[in-house]
């Protein structure tokens, strides 16, 4: 109990500012209509449902590192919560396989509105290397409208991070989304 | 009578207004405990607004219950704000029931709240509403174990006459039935709001909750109620823990000075009870569900020797 109460006393805060460097070729986002009073709202507070709708899991532990101390999703008053009824953002992972594409949609209806969708990772955008697979119905935007894409195989938390904020901040002037294609080599790296 | 309406309305203020300031500032020294910065000390504020605001999606299995839940929820909070003794000992409405009549108002809110758990007719709602039902059971008689332990002392069940008599013998204080009272009671208090060891307010695991699992339905300003009345009943938790136990500058007369100095110690008191339970919820991990009624039987022995303590030790 010492020891531990010794490692409290003496680590400092070890969360990073937050860097925005990627540009839109990583984030991609589709500019979909949204009203005023959704972008005041969640400017402030942002509660956030994962779905696995048949992804590696690669993602999800990308995903995890968000709520490590190094990255802290709490500091922006965003965090992770049980219920898609809670939620207000839904971030969706993996090409949708056809078991999970019934439970995506009915998560989508059961979140409340005004809500904000974002597809993390490139089996999310095109189904990656699982496309045309036979038990892939399509990408996240075949099932629910998706507002932003973060592309990488996985995305690093900090890409993932800026994509949620950039769906924040899409509101604010949406004349600066711009939906751009192309395949993105990630590797991960910082 | 405009003074008397005047601090009740004081004391709704506090709890209303403070309950959620009370749930970031534990959250916030949680943060810091584990070396993240954290969300500011308001952002309880800026979610429940956007709660508020949101749609609200309901099943369309429920009944009444699952609507009139949040509301009963609210208003059975807002109620015993007005019992309990917050800055004076002359509590306006004091008259209106003791500590007794307030543990059950809690309770009657509880009772609800398991129903509507029930009421949606998930799997992980009827689980955290039987474990919530468990741990009620378990912390009821250390509840008004404790309460006798504390109202023998004072001759009396009333919320005002039990400080009162704290605040004229502060000797009181250090007698070993109070002390042990005073544990088993905020053992208790933990159970009760859903706090670690019994149950983990930051939980995404369906699986270990008790408190969560029973709201997994809710959204929008039903959800909201919810919350805001689970951060009043933490404050009101914690008020009763220290002006029970801790009847320094409560109010013994009804003066503007009193009555700043009393608001000043029990934010004082308040703040360091939710740093306590800050650096408890770093230190210790959520019991299993099994080791509970270890925990709450513990709690139910020191308000025992408590009592009976009183007996010896006058």
């Not at chain 1, 009203?35 to 993602?59: K, M, Q, T, W, Y």
């Not at chain 2, 000390?41 to 839940?69: G, M, N």
Request: hydrophobic share 55%.
């Amino acid at each position: 109990m010492l020891a531990l109460w010794n490692k409290i006393w003496t680590t400092p805060v070890v969360t990073e500012p937050v860097v925005r460097t990627y540009d839109d070729a990583q984030i991609e986002a589709i500019a979909r209509q949204v009203d005023e009073r959704a972008r005041r709202l969640f400017g402030r507070s942002l509660h956030i449902r994962e779905v696995d709708a048949g992804s590696c899991n690669g993602c999800e532990l990308e995903i995890g590192a968000l709520n490590n101390p190094y990255y802290d999703l709490e500091r922006f008053g965003m965090h992770f919560v049980a219920s898609p009824r809670h939620a207000d953002c839904l971030l969706v992972t993996g090409p949708v396989t056809r078991n999970m594409a019934d439970p995506l949609k009915r998560t989508y209806d059961a979140t409340p509105g005004p809500k904000i969708v974002v597809a993390v990772g490139d089996c999310a955008r095109d189904c990656g290397i699982f496309a045309g697979g036979y038990g892939v119905v399509g990408p996240v935007s075949a099932i629910v409208p998706v507002d932003v894409v973060v592309g990488g195989c996985p995305p690093p938390p900090s890409m993932i991070l800026a994509g949620i904020l950039a769906a924040l901040d899409m509101r604010d002037n949406p004349q600066s989304v711009r939906s751009t294609d192309g395949p993105v080599s990630d590797d991960g790296a910082q | 009578m405009l003074t008397q309406i005047l601090i009740e309305v004081i004391q709704l203020l506090i709890v209303g207004l403070g309950a959620p300031l009370l749930v970031g500032l534990v959250r916030r020294v949680k943060a810091r405990l584990q070396g993240r910065r954290g969300a500011g000390l308001l952002q309880p504020y800026a979610d429940l607004h956007k709660l508020l605001a949101q749609e609200a999606v309901v099943s369309e299995t429920t009944s009444w219950i699952c609507r009139f839940t949040p509301y009963l929820l609210a208003a059975t909070m807002l109620l015993s704000a007005l019992l309990v003794p917050l800055l004076t000992t002359q509590t306006p409405l004091g008259f209106l029931g003791n500590i007794i009549v307030l543990m059950y108002l809690f309770l009657l809110g509880t009772f609800f709240l398991t129903l509507a758990g029930l009421d949606a007719g998930s799997a992980f709602g009827g689980m955290g509403s039987s474990r919530e039902m468990a741990v009620a059971a378990l912390a009821e008689p250390t509840v008004m174990i404790a309460i006798f332990a504390i109202a023998l002392r004072a001759g009396n069940t009333g919320l005002d006459e039990i400080i009162r008599r704290g605040a004229a013998d502060s000797l009181l204080l250090l007698t070993p039935g109070h002390l042990l009272a005073f544990m088993a009671f905020f053992i208790v208090a933990l159970a009760e709001t859903g706090r670690l060891p019994v149950d983990n307010p930051a939980t995404h695991l369906e699986l270990t909750m008790i408190h969560e699992a029973m709201v997994l339905e809710y959204s929008g300003r039903y959800l909201m109620l919810i919350e805001w009345a689970a951060g009043m009943k933490l404050l009101i938790f914690l008020a009763l823990l220290s002006n029970l136990f801790f009847p320094w500058g409560v109010a013994l007369a009804i003066t503007p000075f009193a009555l700043a100095v009393a608001f000043v110690a029990l934010a004082m008191k308040i703040g360091a009870l939710a740093v306590g339970i800050a650096v408890l919820e770093t230190a210790v991990a959520k019991l299993r569900l099994f080791r509970l009624p270890a925990l709450l039987s513990g709690s139910f022995a020191l308000a025992l020797l408590a009592v009976i303590s009183f007996l010896f030790v006058k």
